[in-house]
């Protein structure tokens, strides 16, 4: 069965530190590339993070870079996403995303194929 569950969100004041995880089934890991992406109330889901499951290649939205960082544990078929120095900004419901299209970009909401059922993060200022 394919599955992506997310966990880990939570509440935290600005300058805080959360940490997400995705756990995916085995089928869906292997299928290269996975993603973290947000949507807040109003706005359209966007690309946080990329990782490259097959290797260490890693990709950030310029809004996180040098506050997140997206890594694997191939043993656990699990994606997290280490998010520091978190701002009132973040606040939104955070997915998991993963099989894209390889003909599309990774950043593209559309290109993916799975999907988790997100995981709200609240920073307060």
């Known amino acids: 069965q394919v599955q992506l569950v997310e966990s880990g969100g939570g509440s935290v004041q600005a300058g805080g530190s959360l940490r997400l995880s995705c756990a995916a089934s085995?089928?869906?890991?292997?299928?290269?590339?996975m993603g973290w992406f947000r949507q807040s109330p109003g706005k359209g889901r966007e690309g946080v993070a990329v990782?490259?499951?097959?290797?260490?290649?890693?990709y950030y939205a310029d809004s996180v870079k040098g506050r997140f960082t997206i890594s694997q544990d191939n043993a656990k078929n699990t994606v997290y996403l280490q998010m520091n120095s978190l701002k009132p900004e973040d606040t939104a419901m955070y997915y998991c995303a993963a099989d894209p299209a390889l003909s599309l970009s990774f950043w593209s909401v559309g290109a993916y194929k799975y999907w988790g059922q997100g995981t709200q993060v609240t920073v307060s200022s």
């Open positions: 990782i490259y499951t097959g290797g260490t290649s890693t």
């Open positions: 085995r089928y869906t890991y292997s299928r290269n590339y």
